[in-house]
């Protein structure tokens, strides 16, 4: 009796760690790579630091149009206002790249910056669990 209560138990915990697996977001990796762009150069410019972003901008362009092109997760695919999102972090990257390229002054990096930041927190609310 003590081992079947043993198999029983053991049974059930590999039935739940696999239905909790099943339950895990989605990965999405094309946000997983923006964002390693977007927390390497907005970091620095709040402490003063344009370097990074003036470096990386056109690195940023390209995560954010890989971004926009990806297949959307299921589980994100019905979230109104992604692809919107989507859009506008392209543009908005777009714009900030050539500014920079043109040699435009910190003040309007950082305002573009802190718009591209706004848009992407807006996509990563969108995929929380609020959602």
């Not at 997983?32 to 390497?40: A, D, G, K, P």
């Not at 344009?50 to 890989?66: C, F, H, N, T, V």
């Not at 392209?90 to 435009?104: E, G, Q, W």
Request: net charge positive; hydrophobic share 40%; charged share 30%.
């Amino acid at each position: 009796m003590n081992k079947s209560k043993s198999i029983f138990i053991l049974a059930v915990l590999l039935f739940a760690s696999g239905f909790a697996k099943a339950q895990e977001k989605a990965e999405w990796k094309q946000m997983i790579e923006f964002h390693r762009v977007m927390s390497q150069t907005f970091h620095p410019l709040e402490e003063g630091n344009y370097q990074p972003i003036r470096e990386r901008s056109g690195e940023m362009l390209d995560k954010a149009i890989a971004w926009k092109v990806s297949i959307i997760p299921a589980e994100f695919s019905n979230v109104k206002g992604i692809k919107k999102n989507l859009k506008q972090l392209v543009k908005k990257s777009a714009s900030l790249d050539k500014r920079i390229k043109a040699s435009c002054p910190d003040e309007e990096i950082k305002t573009g910056l802190t718009e591209l930041h706004d848009i992407f927190h807006n996509i990563i609310g969108m995929c929380s669990d609020e959602h």
